[in-house]
């Protein structure tokens, strides 16, 4: 099976990450149990090499302390324009359509509207609360249909920030997550460029349970994300890749940027020079972690760069709670 037509639509709002870094200290300056020089101290200490962050809300951070029923109603109308922007009228609505967020929830969902309307033979599919990993599933679940597949991400990170927790876990959290949308296709033909899978692999590291989660709390989703992450992750990576493939010289990776410690970490373990992964620091510094979107928004990028050949292999990773590493194989065909 072959990945190919993505098609990314960003957020309507862009601000740098110094406007949006002030947002965060006045929301949490607003909660008065901590000073701005407090705040502005400890954010300090973050180095999260983001440049611009995007959402699609007007005035994002005024949404923060709404109850969970107004944030998933802000979500839904969102999300159900973004599926009549993917699928405009006279749209050619594909056999298979799968939905991937971990931050927004309503049923009937927005593509189970757009399919009613375009096309009520589509069968939707949702891949919910999987997390920054979860386009890879997808693409395990899309290669099962054998069938034209559409997968589209709609994540709204911004919906779930915190202002009323002051701890630095939290606080690295607000500065690396982000919103971001894209659609692309899993086909059996195509002549235009595209990745061929190759293979796909899952495990889940043992005794790492605590180390990930997300959570629905009273008016959010909670993250928890622990410091061992880093650790953990590379320890475990080579008896990962050895399962997933044998072609890791001169391959291209497709890192998701939980941080760009988590890049470089990886990049000095697997040995890897920093033109192999510079799509993933490049992704992470104009647009941020946009969770289950991020990998997608890499490919995409991959498969346009000329520098890139043709027959290249590229190794896709990505993690979620669990520890879950999640990986692919691809075969750049352009």
Request: hydrophobic content about 40%; glycine content about 4%.
């Amino acid at each position: 099976m072959k990945v190919t037509a993505f098609h990314v639509i960003r957020p309507e709002y862009e601000a740098s990450q110094s406007t949006n870094l002030q947002w965060i200290i006045d929301a949490h300056v607003a909660c008065k149990d901590i000073s701005e020089q407090e705040i502005k101290g400890r954010l300090s200490k973050i180095d999260t090499q983001i440049k611009n962050r995007s959402t699609p809300f007007e005035e994002v951070f005024r949404l923060w302390n709404l109850e969970m029923e107004d944030k998933m109603i802000a979500y839904a109308k969102k999300s159900d324009r973004l599926f009549h922007a993917f699928y405009p009228a006279n749209s050619l609505m594909p056999e298979h359509l799968i939905h991937v967020t971990c931050t927004g929830y309503v049923s009937p969902s927005g593509a189970q509207k757009i399919a009613a309307i375009h096309s009520p033979k589509t069968i939707v599919t949702h891949a919910y609360h999987m997390g920054c990993y979860a386009s890879l599933p997808a693409l395990r679940m899309a290669k099962g249909f054998r069938s034209k597949v559409d997968i589209i991400h709609t994540e709204m990170c911004s919906l779930h920030l915190n202002p009323n927790n002051h701890s630095m876990e939290q606080l690295v959290i607000q500065s690396l997550f982000a919103d971001g949308f894209i659609k692309y296709s899993v086909v059996s033909e195509t002549k235009e460029p595209h990745f061929v899978i190759e293979a796909l692999h899952e495990e889940i590291i043992p005794d790492t349970l605590h180390m990930m989660s997300w959570s629905v709390a009273n008016s959010r989703f909670q993250m928890v994300l622990t410091k061992e992450i880093p650790v953990m992750l590379t320890k475990a990576l080579h008896s990962f890749l050895a399962n997933l493939s044998d072609e890791l010289t001169g391959a291209y990776f497709a890192i998701h940027p939980g941080g760009p410690k988590i890049i470089q970490q990886i990049g000095k373990v697997l040995g890897l020079q920093s033109w192999q992964y510079a799509h993933s620091l490049q992704v992470l510094h104009d647009y941020g972690n946009m969770s289950s979107a991020t990998l997608p928004h890499i490919w995409d990028r991959m498969l346009r760069d000329t520098n890139i050949p043709h027959n290249s292999k590229v190794i896709s990773l990505a993690f979620g709670p669990g520890l879950s590493i999640s990986g692919a194989l691809f075969s750049k065909i352009s």
